[in-house]
């Protein structure tokens, strides 16, 4: 078994090698821990609650196991292929330039209408303390600040990162605490509920617990972000490697265990748990003084945090396919070791996509946000497929990059792979899923014939 902590990657493994590399480990090690930690776990987790009752826990585990998987494949190869494309280097690498063109720039458009989307939300939660104010002009000031530090240095945004993710994993940690004293019937002022709020487990039957499986999947959101930011670290295959064998731990500690406890204080179908949020309903449940607003700031902070990601992620995928041919040149223009023009069209279109939502937000903002509503899940089948090509040839042609390795290979990649097609299935059965499959369904193959088409232009040459 490789060491766990492998020397500095060789200069003919750094496949970006023109940018930065201003990342510090303590960067990437909270990157990794916050990156998994969103608004989607904060608020939205509430609606697979109300969904599937005390069987959401059952929903998180197996949604977050995928993730573990997932995140396994693509750690294996960024440890051996770091680069600022990620998943999409690695899809041209082991399928070819069409499914790197596909998957990048299909993640690329959901990353900057997330910016944008994120932004509405900060500035819907400010917006509720300072009443009267332009809720566009608290997205144009956090679009600067965001930008700005970007366009700055990468270690602005690990900076940002840093200190936005050690408040996220303060804040789920201490509920977690209170939550588990709670529970234990010790937590001064409470009375434990013992069992009384599980005992109707399953609710709604299976078609609950299926609501609120897909729910739950799209709750994992930014587990890509430290294999892209990894690239312009210190050390990216130490840090990629620490990133993915922290994972496990991560996923079943802030989002099974949090669900548990939700569930286990508070009546599944409290309808504070959606109002709310899952979170604030539990504290106020608690009795704990100034839950509501506590959570608002998290949420603000969690939101933020993805903002300021998604500005990363978006600049640094874009700057990537150019760099193999697959766009326009101007975006991989570096400056400062920065791709500052790619940040800037980042920021650009995730401003028109908050416009977008006061223009036209019936008919061409919910066209868009239904284009994106799958691009996650296409993400990872290129991930898997990605790694079930290249592993075998990593073994033949460099075993010494394996430094991080998937579990029970193929097997393992072929059950993700299975579970991910069910999760097609099920978001097919849907109505409220099934237009957001097709519409992403339709973007994907656009984007893999274009890519298909470059690729064939180019082999002419």
Sequence with gaps: MPSSTPTKTPPDQRTDGSLSHGLKQRHLSMIALGGVIGAGLFVGSGAGIAAAGPSIVIAYALSGLLVMLVMRMLGEMSAAYPSSGSFSAHAERAIGPWAGFAAGWSFWVLLCTAVGLEGIGAAHIVQGWLPGTPQWAWVA??????????????????EFEFWFAALKVGAISLFLILGVLAIAGVLPGTDSPGTSHLSDFLPHGNEGLLVGLLASVFAYGGLETVTIAAAESEDPVRGVA????????????FYIGSMAVVVTLVPWDSKEVVEKGPYVATLDHLGIPGAGQLMNV???????????????????????LVGRGQGPKALAKLSGGVPRIAVLTSC????VCVMLNYWRPDDIFRWLLNMIGAVILVVWIFIAVSQLLLRRRIEREA???????????????WAALAGMAAIFVLMAREPDTRVQLYSTGAMTLVLAAAGYAR????ARR
């Design 141 to 158: 000031l956090f679009m600067v600040v965001f930008c700005g530090a970007n366009l700055a240095a990468v270690k602005n945004f690990g």
């Design 298 to 320: 998290v949420v603000l902070v969690a939101l933020l945090s993805a903002m300021n990601a998604n500005i990363y992620g978006s600049s640094r995928i874009a700057y990537s």
């Design 455 to 458: 690729q064939r232009v180019r």
């Design 242 to 253: 620490s990133a993915v064998r922290t994972a496990m731990w991560r996923i079943a500690l």
């Design 399 to 413: 075993p010494d990059r394996l430094v991080v390795r998937m579990w029970a290979f193929p097997w393992l990649t």
């Design 348 to 351: 650009v279109l995730g401003f």
